[in-house]
């Protein structure tokens, strides 16, 4: 669920500038791996697949505890060999991490926290992905492109239960009033989030 919500708004926000603007990028976009949101200030997460329904969530929110906290809080203790290590240290060593989660088996897990430590940013980073009301709001509005509630809810149902295709998604969108919708971007964007399994 949390990839479809997340992977949606991705796609409603595809450009083929913004494909090309590799480094220094920012809003909510899906690549080769994985989906990204980063708002070039206090917030960056990213969501990969890892294979055979594996997937690895991390990022930091300026509300988080566990950057600063002491004694240091080991992010990668208890992890499985398969997420990625020597990315996720040099994110870690220079101190641009803020939690790291993982999820396999159908169930989500992270290294323990000391009692002390109650935020770790992911419900302040993710919560806009999480919460269908919000997710609907977002793509919804002036900037995402669906033309009424009723069409919000048609394009959120579609991705949620995969079956989003390029027609479906661009009959229940429209330009947004300050730009022309990328469809090629989009298109692209859809099928790499993979929200068509049909």
């Given at each position: 669920m949390l990839w479809a919500r997340w992977a949606l708004i991705a796609v409603l926000e595809a450009t083929a500038q913004g494909e090309r603007e590799v480094r220094h990028r920012t809003g909510t976009w899906v690549d080769g791996e994985g989906l990204h949101l980063d708002d070039s200030g206090c917030?960056?997460?990213?969501?990969?697949?890892?294979?055979?329904?594996?997937?690895?969530?991390?990022?930091?929110?300026?509300?988080?505890?566990?950057?600063w906290h002491e004694p240091p809080v080991d992010l990668l203790a208890g992890a499985p060999g398969w997420l990625p290590h020597d990315r996720l240290k040099d994110?870690?060593?220079?101190?641009?991490?803020?939690?790291?989660?993982?999820?396999?088996?159908?169930?989500?897990?992270?290294?323990?926290?000391?009692?002390?430590?109650?935020?770790?940013?992911?419900?302040?980073?993710?919560?806009?992905?999480?919460?269908?009301?919000?997710v609907?709001?977002?793509?919804?509005?002036?900037?995402?492109?669906?033309?009424?509630?009723?069409?919000?809810?048609?394009?959120?149902?579609?991705?949620?239960?995969?079956?989003?295709?390029?027609?479906?998604?661009?009959?229940?969108?429209?330009?947004?009033?300050?730009?022309?919708?990328?469809r090629p971007a989009m298109t692209r964007a859809l099928e790499r989030a993979g929200l068509n399994r049909a």
């Amino acid at each position: 669920m949390l990839w479809a919500r997340w992977a949606l708004i991705a796609v409603l926000e595809a450009t083929a500038q913004g494909e090309r603007e590799v480094r220094h990028r920012t809003g909510t976009w899906v690549d080769g791996e994985g989906l990204h949101l980063d708002d070039s200030g206090c917030t960056w997460w990213g969501f990969s697949p890892r294979g055979e329904g594996r997937y690895v969530l991390s990022g930091e929110d300026e509300s988080s505890g566990v950057k600063w906290h002491e004694p240091p809080v080991d992010l990668l203790a208890g992890a499985p060999g398969w997420l990625p290590h020597d990315r996720l240290k040099d994110l870690l060593s220079g101190y641009e991490l803020g939690c790291v989660y993982w999820y396999e088996n159908g169930a989500w897990a992270r290294a323990a926290y000391p009692g002390t430590l109650d935020d770790d940013g992911l419900d302040c980073g993710t919560s806009r992905f999480t919460d269908r009301t919000d997710v609907l709001h977002t793509i919804a509005d002036e900037e995402h492109g669906a033309t009424s509630a009723g069409d919000a809810e048609d394009l959120l149902a579609h991705a949620e239960n995969y079956r989003l295709t390029p027609e479906l998604l661009m009959s229940l969108t429209a330009d947004p009033d300050w730009r022309q919708r990328d469809r090629p971007a989009m298109t692209r964007a859809l099928e790499r989030a993979g929200l068509n399994r049909a």
